[in-house]
């Protein structure tokens, strides 16, 4: 065989082995066609199965990729198979293996098609921080959120639920029903416009005098320069529990709720701020009154009477003398007991005529429904100790739930009544309270600190 023959063969070879190593190629990114995936409840899914994973270069010759995941409730993670345990949302984590710095995460979002709860997801955007929001939601509750610009330069633009743009409900705070299907939260944000501030303010009126029951009074205010960019905060610095006011920009609207004294500040900046003191009193003619008192027989019982029924508790209740009837009917009860007890042994007091409100264990109450409006109860009896309280007011107030948040109640402690004894039951030495409250034909009485009370009479009045 000739020489150059032989160097022929022999250069195949060589080329031939060569091409048999392939070369390793890493990829220097990586990335997922979509970043949230929908699982159903109790189902298994293999992840390297529903999610795509793209690496650069695409010729990357290692696309493995290792599954981690934080440890939740809503899913379990073994290898790459996950199982969908609840309905809500958790995140896997895709990691290369071949390049450990390349990392993506993935929204798992585990849903029941029998359900009526439903996603909340939030278009990412890190400008603003969303808080109040949860994963899912019944259709027909309420939704509730705050949004806050870390972005000092900016200022929220809108906000879209879906295609729709939502209205604030208090600076920035949004709400809204959640239909029956799945929504996006979107927040846009703009550039704040230059600040021009206020530099003087005068009002309407420095004082006003208010009668509980006629017209409310609007306040206006004038403020300097007149295109400033700075709102008015209104605010009740004294006697919120005297009137309630109704802001309208540069205009409040104050509502007499009982007799008494208010102020009204108003401000534009610490600099720039005016205030309205408040006289609120009670126009005496007309007024109309029915006094009840508590009629109710222990027989031979040594303990007070749990009262089943409204109507048990109705009929302890007989209109005094002329008076014309007021009380149409008792709508609630709670831990009320027809009579009293006290002492032990030789101090022990028994008492018929009057009703307990609660026990040192749970509170008591009573609501009334009348035939006419009233703004004042006298409350006649004992009570276990001054430190009692009782809220009087509007059955359907805020105020039972939520501690001042409309002000148709009144908070009173039993300072003014008898603390009840043996002594002070055969001396029949009653006390009597007087609570003003905003208006109201359904009205509500109740123990709040477990500390009972014992009525004797109850007189309601439209003052």
């Given at each position: 065989?000739?020489?150059?023959?032989?160097?022929?063969?022999?250069?195949?070879?060589?080329?031939?082995?060569?091409?048999?190593?392939?070369?390793?190629?890493?990829?220097?990114?990586?990335?997922?066609?979509?970043?949230?995936?929908?699982?159903?409840?109790?189902?298994?899914?293999?992840?390297?199965?529903?999610?795509?994973?793209?690496?650069?270069?695409?010729?990357?010759?290692?696309?493995?990729?290792?599954?981690?995941?934080?440890?939740?409730?809503?899913?379990?993670?073994?290898?790459?198979?996950?199982?969908?345990?609840?309905?809500?949302?958790?995140?896997?984590?895709?990691?290369?293996?071949?390049?450990?710095?390349?990392?993506?995460?993935?929204?798992?979002?585990?849903?029941d098609p029998n359900s009526n709860q439903h996603f909340v997801d939030v278009v990412k955007n890190d400008e603003i921080q969303i808080t109040g929001l949860q994963d899912t939601y019944l259709a027909g509750s309420l939704v509730s959120f705050s949004v806050q610009v870390l972005n000092n330069e900016k200022e929220i633009d809108n906000v879209f639920l879906n295609d729709t743009i939502l209205s604030t409900k208090s600076e920035t705070n949004y709400e809204f029903i959640m239909p029956s299907k799945d929504v996006t939260i979107n927040v846009t944000t703009k550039k704040?416009?230059?600040?021009?501030?206020?530099?003087?303010?005068?009002?309407?009126?420095?004082?006003?005098?208010?009668?509980?029951?006629?017209?409310?009074?609007?306040?206006?205010?004038?403020?300097?320069?007149?295109?400033?960019?700075?709102t008015a905060r209104w605010e009740i610095v004294e006697g919120n529990d005297v009137i309630n006011i109704n802001v309208n920009n540069n205009e409040a609207t104050v509502h007499a709720i009982k007799q008494?004294?208010?102020?009204?500040?108003?401000?534009?900046?610490?600099?720039?701020?005016?205030?309205?003191?408040?006289?609120?009193?009670?126009?005496?003619?007309?007024?109309?009154?029915?006094?009840?008192?508590?009629?109710?027989?222990?027989?031979?019982?040594?303990?007070?009477?749990?009262?089943?029924?409204?109507?048990?508790?109705?009929?302890?209740?007989k209109i005094f003398e002329d008076d014309t009837p007021i009380l149409d009917s008792i709508s609630e009860i709670e831990y009320i007991y027809g009579g009293g007890n006290g002492g032990r042994g030789e101090t022990a007091w028994y008492a018929g005529n009057m009703l307990k409100f609660g026990t040192t264990s749970v509170n008591g109450s009573i609501t009334f429904s009348l035939n006419s409006p009233i703004n004042q109860i006298k409350i006649t009896?004992?009570?276990?100790?001054?430190?009692?309280?009782?809220?009087?007011?509007?059955?359907?107030?805020?105020d039972w739930t939520d501690e001042a948040t409309d002000n148709k109640t009144t908070l009173v402690t039993c300072t003014d009544m008898v603390e009840i004894t043996k002594d002070i039951i055969d001396a029949n030495q009653t006390s009597t309270i007087t609570i003003d409250f905003e208006t109201t034909t359904s009205l509500k009485i109740a123990t709040t600190n477990k500390k009972p009370i014992y009525i004797t009479a109850i007189e309601f009045l439209l003052v």
């Open positions: 065989m000739k020489a150059k023959q032989i160097l022929s063969l022999i250069s195949m070879g060589v080329l031939l082995v060569g091409c048999s190593k392939t070369q390793e190629i890493k990829p220097a990114k990586m990335s997922v066609v979509s970043e949230e995936i929908k699982v159903i409840l109790t189902s298994e899914r293999d992840l390297d199965d529903i999610v795509t994973i793209k690496f650069e270069p695409r010729n990357t010759t290692n696309k493995e990729v290792t599954w981690s995941c934080a440890s939740n409730d809503v899913l379990t993670l073994q290898g790459d198979i996950i199982k969908a345990n609840k309905i809500g949302k958790a995140i896997v984590t895709a990691t290369s293996k071949a390049n450990t710095s390349l990392k993506k995460d993935v929204t798992i979002k585990v849903w704040k416009a230059p600040t021009i501030a206020a530099t003087s303010i005068q009002l309407s009126q420095t004082s006003l005098s208010l009668v509980v029951g006629e017209s409310d009074v609007t306040l206006s205010a004038t403020v300097e320069p007149s295109n400033t960019t700075q008494g004294t208010a102020k009204i500040v108003v401000s534009y900046n610490q600099n720039v701020k005016a205030e309205c003191n408040v006289t609120v009193t009670r126009n005496n003619a007309g007024v109309t009154s029915a006094k009840y008192d508590v009629e109710f027989d222990m027989g031979t019982r040594k303990t007070a009477k749990p009262l089943e029924t409204p109507e048990e508790v109705f009929d302890t209740l009896g004992y009570t276990t100790d001054n430190s009692s309280k009782i809220r009087v007011g509007d059955s359907e107030s805020l």
